[in-house]
């Protein structure tokens, strides 16, 4: 039986540690693509050089240069996107719009070429815009283009309660939706601790500290680092998605995909609770907001439409 293939497209700090993790879950052969060629071709032999240690059984390669050769990727059968530059103090996620834009513009172009198959995951920021620049580009349809975002919001959220409780952040199940950015909507509502409603565990002064850090998460990492910004939480995020996939494990995931009427809003790439397969984006779960729920996801999806206008698309 042929092996899968993912594509990583960008090998920085993201892209590297995504190739790491695909390699230890032997989830196919990898091959990382970067404008700059070099750094995805140490990579990927730092890498190879681990197998007789990691004892895995997957081949890794990497190529490109500033004109980058997207047959590299031929056949891929998921595409994680990560191009782009990344966060620096004092940056939005907004502010890196217009410069990721036009990567996101040859990278759209490339798998559609190359890759025409593939599932894809956009990681470069602002996500929600620049996934749905990738969708318009190349055409695919809905099920097969979708953005990393809830899965790492929610992993915060988790992190932050299970701090504040001291429990395992594991046994905190909850959803993060809306936009990638600071008016994301974590569902306090519907979030418990080992069954029990976290609501009941904790009062409102610490879970709104909570929301609030969990919607700086990112900013918080991006000043604490200096320079760049964060890459192992959002590599696990993309390839636990990516292993849904590739696996069929059906799971549901909180990502940033296109509505068509769920939750009141249409045709816009926004996080939501959906159910990732060997289909993709097989369907979006409808939970059952509150006013003040629906209310904050209305803001959140009037920020997404707003930068999604400066694409142009």
């Known amino acids: 039986m042929a092996r899968k293939k993912i594509a990583l497209i960008g090998a920085g700090q993201i892209g590297g540690t995504m190739a790491l993790l695909a390699a230890q879950r032997e989830l196919g052969d990898v091959v990382l693509v970067d404008v700059v060629g070099g750094a995805a071709r140490g990579k990927a032999l730092d890498l190879q050089e681990t197998r007789g240690i990691g004892r895995f059984d997957v081949d890794l390669a990497g190529g490109g240069g500033p004109e980058i050769d997207y047959s590299l990727i031929a056949g891929a059968d998921v595409c994680i996107v990560t191009a782009g530059v990344p966060r620096k103090p004092g940056m939005s996620r907004e502010d890196l719009l217009s410069v990721n834009l036009e990567s996101i513009r040859k990278v759209a172009e490339g798998i559609r070429t190359h890759a025409p198959g593939s599932f894809v995951i956009v990681v470069t920021n602002p996500i929600d815009s620049m996934v749905y620049a990738l969708y318009r580009i190349t055409g695919f349809p809905r099920n097969r283009v979708v953005g990393m975002a809830g899965v790492l919001d929610t992993a915060r959220f988790q992190l932050f309660v299970g701090e504040a409780l001291g429990v395992a952040p594991q046994d905190v199940s909850a959803l993060v939706l809306g936009g990638h950015g600071d008016d994301m909507v974590p569902l306090l509502r519907h979030a418990t601790v080992g069954g029990v409603p976290l609501t009941q565990l904790l009062d409102r002064a610490r879970l709104d500290a909570i929301v609030e850090r969990t919607r700086k998460g990112g900013g918080e ?9 964060a890459f192992y939480a959002p590599a696990a995020s993309a390839i636990t998605m990516a292993e849904s996939y590739l696996r069929d494990k059906k799971r549901v995931l909180p990502c940033s995909a296109l509505v068509d009427g769920e939750y009141g809003i249409r045709g816009c790439f926004i ?6 397969g060997a289909g993709g984006v097989e369907r979006i779960l409808e939970l059952e907001l509150d006013e003040g729920e629906r209310a904050m996801l209305a803001r959140s999806h009037e920020s997404v439409k707003r930068s999604v206008a400066e694409t142009g698309l």
């Open 271 to 276: 996080g939501v609770p959906v159910v990732i």
């Open 221 to 229: 990492i991006v000043a604490l680092l200096g320079s760049g910004s």
